[in-house]
């Protein structure tokens, strides 16, 4: 099946021999172009770099290089002895498109000549069982301190009993990991050694899209293989990584490359190589890194109490369009639309409501949905965040006392489905009493029809309308005055679902 993933790009892998391959390209002999040194293009305006040609990474690979070190990480996976046969389960799907490529490698079949390595036990394969089979997942990582502080992804060591880091000089040693992040795919290691050459922690925020950035790594265990591209996008939010905002580059990243470092021109480490999209499992043009500042803040947490402490407000919020910025009286769609506050949380407390628009939180501007989660969440629990919040179109200041994050979500940005295009056009009844003693709505009004407007919106049998701009329907009747006396838009907020959306709908 061609389906879009978003995948990490350490690929777990067990090979005893080391795979190479020449390949001899033709060329035409044509004038070589003028580049510049990394410190030179570090001392250069933008423009004149662009103008110049494309620039020397040697300078910036010959320094830093040797602070990225390769990964190994040994697992213990279940492995099926199948009977009469001498199959042999790879740690990787069998539909991955890498899993040709890695059986190849993998070894010997059970059974001929005694197997491979560890296999020898199983010849012959005819008895059924599990055995406990060594997997081994290769990545990237980058010291960060002289006294062996090491930063990866934690999909990389997630679930390895034996982790052992390679440096560029070929020592090796076996690592300790003080701790990983799922949330953040974070993870910190430990090494016994002194005087180790380190990277330089640079700004993420100061980087622009379109700037050159450099990714060292060890993809498919080629120790400190050398990338190039530009940053595509910034503060990229990816389905299930509400904490995180990714800068998105061109980078080839690929298997073995996660938790490599992600360089800007300046040689100072911007980011954390993390995962792709792609259709195939390989590099499609689309790579994203987690910002090293986040990244930082993580490690601290660790590295101090051996977990991450995360700030919680308790809402959901949803992005704002042109629609809903009209129905809520502003002049352009920013900021995050609260359509739902959680009871007794720390919204519901500062009292937040649904209809609020989160425009800043102490003073950071909120220009989308996808910002908010992880403001909140880089935000020490038990503080107090100022919000400015639109409202009864204006703007108003509401105090909350940040919660700590524990199994419910800090503030998730879910964006609603239903579209708008192009009068409301809905049969509609009151709730039953069995309805509102169900505890999940004690309001509003059930959608028996959709069409028209509604209908375009998204609208759809079975919805609750709840308000009509952020004000509580409760009537049919006071439904259609509602909409008699709106404009061109309104704003809907529904329960569908056990969640309550708000769905902008243009009214003509």
Known sequence: ??????????????????????????????????????????????????????????????TYGPAVVNISAKHEVKRTAMRNSGARQL????????????????????????????DGGDGGGDDGGQADTPSTSLGSGFV?????????????????????????????????????????????LKIDAKDLPTVKIGDPRQSKVGQWVVAIGSPYGFDNTVTSGIISAKSRTLPDENYTPFIQT??????????????????????????????????????????????IKVKDDLVKTGHVSRGRLGVAVQSMNQTLANSFGMDKPHGALVSSVDADGPAAKAGLKPGDVILSVNGQAIDDSTVLPSVIAGIKPGT?????????????????????LGDKKVASADTPEAQTQGRLGVAVRPLTPEEKSSGSVDHGLVVEQAG????????????????????????????????????????????????????PVDLG
């Open 91 to 118: 740690p990787i799907d069998p539909s991955d498109p890498f899993y040709q490529f890695f059986k190849r490698f993998y070894g010997g079949v059970p059974g001929q000549g005694g197997g491979n390595g560890g």
């Open 1 to 62: 099946m061609n389906a879009k993933v978003f995948t990490r790009s350490a690929v777990a892998i067990a090979i005893a021999a080391a795979l190479s391959a020449g390949y001899v390209a033709g060329h035409r002999d044509v004038p070589a172009p003028e580049v510049i040194t990394a410190a030179q293009a570090a001392m250069m305006p933008a423009e004149a770099a662009a103008k110049t040609g494309i620039p020397d990474f040697s300078g910036l690979v010959e």
């Open 144 to 188: 960060l301190s002289a006294d062996g502080y090491i930063l990866t992804n934690a999909h990389v060591v997630d679930g390895a009993n034996v982790v052992t880091v390679k440096l560029t000089d070929k020592r090796e040693f076996k690592a300790k990991v003080v701790g990983a992040d799922k949330q953040s795919d974070v993870a910190v």
């Open 452 to 503: 028209g407007a509604a209908a375009n919106a998204g609208i759809q049998q079975g919805d609750v309308i709840l308000a009509v701009n952020g004000r509580p329907v409760t009537s049919a009747d006071q439904l259609k005055k509602m909409i008699a006396d709106a404009g061109n838009s309104i704003a809907l907020l529904i329960q569908r679902d056990n969640a309550q959306i708000f769905v």
């Open 250 to 295: 061109d980078v080839p990243v690929n298997p073995g490359n996660s938790g490599g470092p992600l360089f800007n021109m300046q040689g100072e480490v911007i980011g954390i190589n993390s995962m792709i999209y792609s259709r195939t499992g390989g590099f499609q043009g689309l790579s994203f890194a987690i910002p090293i500042d986040e990244a």
């Open 384 to 404: 107090k965040a100022d919000l400015q919040v639109w409202r009864d179109k204006s703007t108003k200041n509401v105090t909350a006392t940040i919660g700590a």
